[in-house]
C-alpha cells in the first residue's frame, strides 16, 4: 500500500503500511523517527509534550490512600525511575513537561456522587477530601501533601500543571486550550493509573485530534495486569500507538547531538 495522506490543511499524518508519520503537513522544524508499537513513527519535538497523569502523593507514596488502603505500590512506583531519566532529556529537547493532576475544591461544589462514590472503595476508603491516617488528609485536595507529586519526580518551574476534578484531564480543565496555544499535535503519556485516568485523558486526546503515544515503563497501576494488558492492546488498536521512555530518550538526544 503505498503512503496517503489523511486529514486536511496542516492536520494532516502520513500513513504507510510500516511508518505512521505525526509530524503534521507543514515542513517541520526537526522529524524524529522512534520505535513504537504498532509501527515505527515520526514525530516533530517542537510541537510535542510529554503529559504526566497522577503521579501524586495519593497513589504513589506510602501514606497516601492507596497505600492506606492496602495497595502494592511497586507498579505505581515503578514509573518513577524511568521518567527520572526522561524528563529531563525531554526539558533539555524543548517538549513541555505537562502535570495534569486531581486537585480539588476544598467545598467539593464541582463534585457529583458518580465521582465521589469509586473513592469510597466499598466504604473502606476516607473519600474524596477525607483525612489520611497521621495527618496525611485531606485526599487530593487542592494543596494538600495528597495531591502532591511525588518527590523523586519534583516538578521544574517551567513545567505546566493543570489541575483536574474528573478520571479525564480535559474534562472542563484548560488542558485543551493550553496545548492549542503552544502548536502542540503530539502527546506522549506516563502516570497512573494507566488503565484508568491515563486512559481516558488518552483517549480525549485522540477525541480531540491529537497524536498520542502511551510510554508503557512511564506508567503503572494498583490493577491487575489484564487490566493493563488491555488498556495497551486498546491504545494501539484504536487510540494511538505505543513506546518505551528509552526510546523516546534516546530519539531525543540523538536529534539534539544531530
Not at 198 to 209: E, K, P, R
Request: glycine share 12%; net charge negative; hydrophobic share 45%.
Amino acid at each position: 500500500m503505498a503512503p496517503t495522506t489523511i486529514g486536511k490543511g496542516r492536520e494532516t499524518w502520513t500513513v504507510g503500511p510500516d511508518r505512521v508519520d505525526l509530524a503534521g503537513g507543514r515542513p517541520p522544524a526537526r522529524c524524529v523517527a522512534l520505535a513504537a508499537e504498532p509501527v515505527e513513527i515520526a514525530f516533530d519535538p517542537g510541537r510535542s509534550a510529554i503529559v504526566v497523569v497522577d503521579m501524586q502523593n495519593a497513589f504513589c507514596a506510602p501514606g497516601g490512600l492507596a497505600h492506606s488502603l492496602g495497595a502494592d505500590l511497586a507498579p505505581v512506583r515503578a514509573p518513577i525511575a524511568p521518567l527520572r531519566r526522561l524528563l529531563p532529556i525531554a526539558r533539555r529537547a524543548g517538549l513541555p513537561v505537562v502535570w495534569v493532576n486531581w486537585g480539588l475544591r476544598p467545598d467539593q461544589a464541582d463534585l457529583p456522587p458518580a465521582t465521589l462514590y469509586p473513592f469510597l472503595y466499598g466504604g473502606r476508603g476516607p473519600g474524596l477530601g477525607g483525612a489520611l491516617p497521621e495527618g496525611r488528609g485531606p485526599v487530593l485536595e487542592k494543596g494538600s501533601w495528597s495531591a502532591a507529586v511525588v518527590d523523586e519526580l519534583a516538578p521544574q518551574p517551567q513545567d505546566i500543571a493543570v489541575d483536574k476534578v474528573r478520571v479525564s484531564g480535559f474534562w472542563n480543565t484548560p488542558l485543551d486550550a493550553i496545548l492549542r496555544n503552544l502548536d502542540i499535535r503530539t502527546l506522549f503519556f506516563a502516570g497512573v493509573n494507566v488503565d484508568i485516568c491515563v486512559y481516558h485523558t488518552l483517549a480525549d486526546a485522540s477525541f480531540l485530534g491529537y497524536g498520542c503515544v502511551l510510554l508503557a515503563d512511564g506508567c503503572g497501576a494498583t490493577s491487575p495486569d489484564f487490566c493493563v494488558e488491555a488498556t495497551l492492546f486498546n491504545v494501539k488498536r484504536a487510540f494511538g500507538f505505543v513506546a518505551a521512555t528509552e526510546a523516546l530518550a534516546g530519539a531525543l538526544e540523538g536529534q539534539a547531538s544531530a
